[in-house]
């Protein structure tokens, strides 16, 4: 379907047009959590939405050609695909609600998951073995009511900041399945266990939020991105003391369309930020530039130009990119989003870019194995990936914009792709817009639908050596309930970990502390805080607190430190009891 005449409408329009208000038709607020299980609203651009808006029939066209399943029941997947190579799925624990969306990792070791669409929050805590499918879940505060309205986003920027807190801000959802952009937000302080209203920047270029992109720079200060704000397009740097912002460069090379509706962010070695831009050149040819953010002149440059272009065509109206994951070696595999609705374009592109020579190479296209007859093209429209401790990428894609079934892949390190195993569960009435990302602590991938089931995804092979982090300096002896400082390299990794671009990031570039005692083998996380540094550069010095948790074991135990599920070595240290 050809929506760019109407697109190009609503962007010739300029800000004002933008920035109105879009209702997609559907159930009540109300109803709308209940139904999230069913139909799961896709994100969407805001033209995209517009034009919906505007053609009833064309978005009740749509709305059937996404996956459709009955809540209730785990519904198993059929027929799964079930490979001989690769990694294994496994379910985790039932939640007490479905939406399961938008995973988080704590700095103590927990989980915390959205039911997406909604104010609720979840805590997913692993067993005594760090077993994370045979973990718990709780019930952690609701989202806050904000000026009347009560704040539950679905597709929204999130972060994990240094002091320990999660910011989340915006929503192309709320609390409802009607497009509204928000910009509300909110800091979670998890020792608090409340969640505190973050008001948005100042500006009419923030009177929308949305679906935006964010990225915790190597500085450690979150940057987010409006996501809907029009020539010139807004970003901002926050700070977490006063829950204020600061305005920064945003990308700005469009022209005339300067826009970055649907673009992602990916944090680089050096500190710079990676963006593909969507709208250049439109509406008159598909982008293929990429620009990078310097945090130092707060200014973005160019980033080069990818072998073909990587965003879905402008034909097809939907705007979309896929995930733009980082590797070890300093490349970003960029996912294409191309959802074939134009003749000879039948194939997503990858591009790699090398982030030292700051240039592009081609990449296989993604299979051509997906669609009710498998014989049509994956893509990556809205899709998550993540860096396996291994050095390959585990990445879903579905046929078109987000059609059923939905098959998983390794993206190797030698730049092949292999299909892995479908998920146990609900992968064939699944689009892969459903599906988000991330890495856990014991190196395994927790993947979440909007069911109430989530998945862990067990890669084989070990860590690609290198990538571990490095304590240099730790307590001999420590006593519960007390902080210490640790002191080492590369704490963060060489990587953000978990990907999706804008509507949802997971990043887990930061310390996790694990202590195993060993008479008994019991595993306890120890709560890190304080991070020096958020950097992804090799050998990068820093350090973090690690507070010893209640509950602990005492006696000999070995203490590592562990960034995007790969461990450092262990170190030997005594835990005892405070003095009473």
């Not at 980033?303 to 065509?313: E, K, L, M, Q």
């Not at 990907?499 to 709560?527: E, H």
């Amino acid at each position: 379907m050809d929506r760019s005449l109407t697109t190009r409408t609503a962007l010739g329009l300029g800000a004002a047009m933008i920035a109105a208000l879009m209702v997609v038709p559907g159930a009540p607020a109300q109803a709308a959590s209940a139904a999230l299980e069913r139909t799961v609203p896709p994100p969407m651009s805001v033209p995209t939405a517009q034009y919906y808006a505007s053609h009833p029939a064309a978005y009740a066209q749509f709305l059937a050609q996404l996956p459709h399943r009955e809540p209730g029941a785990p519904a198993a997947t059929k027929p799964r695909f079930v490979a001989t190579t690769g990694g294994t799925w496994q379910t985790v624990t039932k939640a007490p609600k479905g939406g399961l969306s938008n995973p988080l990792l704590l700095t103590d070791g927990t989980v915390i998951v959205a039911s997406g669409d909604t104010p609720d929050w979840y805590k997913l805590s692993p067993d005594i073995t760090g077993n994370y499918a045979h973990g718990t879940w709780s019930q952690i505060a609701s989202l806050p009511m904000i000026n009347g309205t009560q704040y539950g986003p679905l597709y929204h920027a999130s972060a994990v900041l240094p002091d320990g807190r999660v910011i989340i801000m915006g929503g192309e959802y709320n609390d409802s399945n009607h497009g509204v952009w928000t910009n509300d937000g909110a800091i979670y302080d998890p020792v608090a266990n409340t969640w505190t209203a973050v008001s948005p920047p100042l500006g009419s270029a923030w009177s929308m939020i949305g679906d935006a992109q964010s990225v915790v720079l190597a500085n450690g200060t979150f940057m987010l991105a409006s996501c809907c704000a029009y020539n010139p397009p807004a970003d901002a740097l926050f700070n977490p003391k006063t829950l204020g912002w600061t305005p920064t460069g945003a990308p700005r090379k469009g022209k005339p369309i300067q826009y970055q509706d649907e673009q992602g962010y990916t944090l680089l070695p050096n500190g710079n930020v990676l963006t593909v831009d969507v709208w250049t050149h439109y509406p008159t040819a598909n982008p293929t530039n990429a620009e990078k953010y310097n945090p130092g002149t707060r200014t973005w440059g160019n980033a080069g130009n990818t072998p073909v272009s990587v965003v879905d065509p402008i034909a097809c109206g939907n705007f979309e990119i896929g995930p733009a994951p980082l590797r070890g070696d300093g490349t970003v595999v960029q996912f294409g989003g191309n959802t074939g609705c134009v003749a000879g374009a039948t194939s997503d592109p990858i591009a790699i870019y090398d982030s030292k020579s700051n240039s592009w190479t081609a990449a296989p296209d993604v299979p051509s194995i997906c669609g009710s007859d498998g014989t049509t093209s994956c893509s990556l429209p809205d899709a998550p990936a993540a860096l396996e401790p291994n050095g390959n990428i585990l990445f879903a894609a579905s046929a078109g914009y987000g059609g059923q079934p939905t098959h998983f892949f390794e993206f190797t390190t030698g730049n092949e792709i292999n299909q892995v195993s479908d998920t146990v569960d609900y992968a064939s009435t699944s689009g892969a817009y459903y599906y988000n990302y991330l890495v856990l602590p014991n190196g395994q991938i927790l993947s979440t639908d909007f069911s109430k089931i989530a998945e862990v995804y067990t890669p084989v092979g070990t860590p690609v050596p290198g990538l571990a982090p490095t304590i240099y300096s730790a307590p001999s002896s420590v006593v519960i309930g007390k902080t210490y400082k640790l002191v080492g390299a590369q704490l963060n990794g060489r990587s953000q970990g978990g990907y999706y671009g804008d509507d949802v990031q997971t990043s887990t570039n930061y310390p996790i502390a694990r202590l195993t005692n060993v008479a008994s083998g019991d595993v306890f996380y120890a709560r890190t805080t304080g991070f020096s540094t958020m950097s992804v550069a090799p050998n990068t010095l820093g350090y973090t607190n690690v507070t010893v948790p209640a509950g602990v074991e005492t006696g000999a135990s070995t203490l590592v430190l562990i960034a995007n599920g790969i461990a450092s070595n262990p170190v030997l240290v005594t835990v005892t009891a405070p003095k009473s």
